[in-house]
């Protein structure tokens, strides 16, 4: 990025937080008591095919002719001894009634080496890049969240989950496998956790593409992009991420809930920044961005309402500078929550 480009971002941002008052709120990080509960163990047989066919993704497509192998467990030790190469798994569920309206994630543990995971033919879950842009994440815990809006509640739900293996074993390794929900604490009124576009590099213009380019990938969120393919890389990353809001919060005020990012931050909404954490250049690539560990700060961020577009299309982009190991969105919650519900939580006045 050159100098004016960075000078336009910073003049806009420090702009903005004077005429509309955006309040920042992580000095005063959110602690939430949510405890994992597994509502359905998805452990045992599965369907499964050598080879790849995106079609094998849609649910309507008939795997009756498939084998079968257990999950979890690598494919090696199953019969397909020496395998290297594509697979995939396939699997339906049905969801109980006191789950139906819960937000759910669908826990794979730990696959070998990269995957695509799929419900009722939506992607809700990425680890890793596959050939010609290969990039292993065997060790990368996979945890997705599913949309309540791709799940069929009175039905049959398919999960497919392509994989690629480079080498050694391969396939659904290891993990309690399973749809799990939170009891205890609480969830964004709007989750946005799961896939988000992803670019290394600091672009500017990364604003306001409305398209992605060849140059970008797709990340998990919340995940440290180390493990999903970035290892050890130290630099500029930028997110962008689209959702729906809908018109029932057209009347509230919004808090952004961007969990812990390593190391800096700059989030913007709609092109307009909302708020930022640790200490940025006005030019060149920042110097200080661990001094007060950043990388531990929950980022809560409010949003002016005339910001957002309610019962339409909104992004979120988010800037991060790491300096050090581990980098990128890597706890959450990520989501919206109104600021009511933000006060019933953590007692704002």
Request: hydrophobic residues 30%; glycine residues 10%; aromatic residues 16%.
């Amino acid at each position: 990025m050159n100098r004016l480009n960075i000078f336009i971002i910073v003049l806009l941002f420090l702009l903005t937080h004077f005429f509309v008052g955006c309040v920042e709120y992580h000095n005063q990080p959110p602690q939430s008591s949510k405890k994992e509960k597994l509502v359905l163990d998805l452990s045992g047989r599965w369907k499964f095919s050598l080879g790849d066919d995106m079609n094998w993704k849609e649910e309507k497509f008939n795997d009756n002719n498939w084998e079968k192998v257990s999950v979890p467990s690598s494919w090696e030790n199953q019969g397909f001894h020496g395998y290297d190469g594509y697979a995939w798994y396939r699997t339906s569920f049905t969801l109980s009634s006191d789950t139906k309206n819960k937000d759910l994630y669908l826990v794979l543990g730990y696959v070998d080496d990269v995957d695509q995971t799929f419900i009722n033919g939506k992607l809700i879950g990425v680890s890793g890049g596959f050939p010609s842009n290969y990039r292993t994440a065997y060790n990368a815990f996979r945890q997705y969240f599913i949309p309540q809006e791709y799940l069929n509640k009175n039905g049959e739900n398919i999960i497919a989950v392509r994989i690629y293996d480079d080498e050694l074993d391969g396939g659904i390794m290891s993990g309690k496998i399973g749809l799990y929900t939170y009891e205890g604490g609480y969830e964004p009124d709007v989750n946005l956790s799961g896939i988000w576009d992803f670019k290394t590099g600091d672009d500017s213009l990364f604003l306001k593409k409305e398209t992605t380019d060849s140059g970008t990938d797709k990340l998990m969120v919340p995940a440290h992009w180390d493990v999903q393919g970035y290892q050890d890389y130290d630099g500029f990353g930028w997110y962008k991420k689209s959702f729906y809001l809908p018109k029932d919060f057209a009347n509230e005020s919004m808090i952004l809930l961007l969990g812990k990012i390593d190391d800096i931050d700059q989030t913007f909404v709609n092109g307009i920044p909302v708020g930022s954490t640790g200490k940025w250049n006005f030019t060149g690539t920042p110097t200080d961005y661990d001094s007060n560990e950043e990388y531990l700060t929950n980022r809560v961020y409010s949003v002016p309402q005339k910001i957002l577009k309610y019962g339409e299309t909104n992004t979120i982009v988010v800037r991060v500078y790491d300096g050090f190991r581990n980098g990128g969105i890597y706890d959450g919650p990520i989501g919206l929550i109104t600021q009511e519900n933000y006060k019933k939580h953590f007692g704002k006045k």
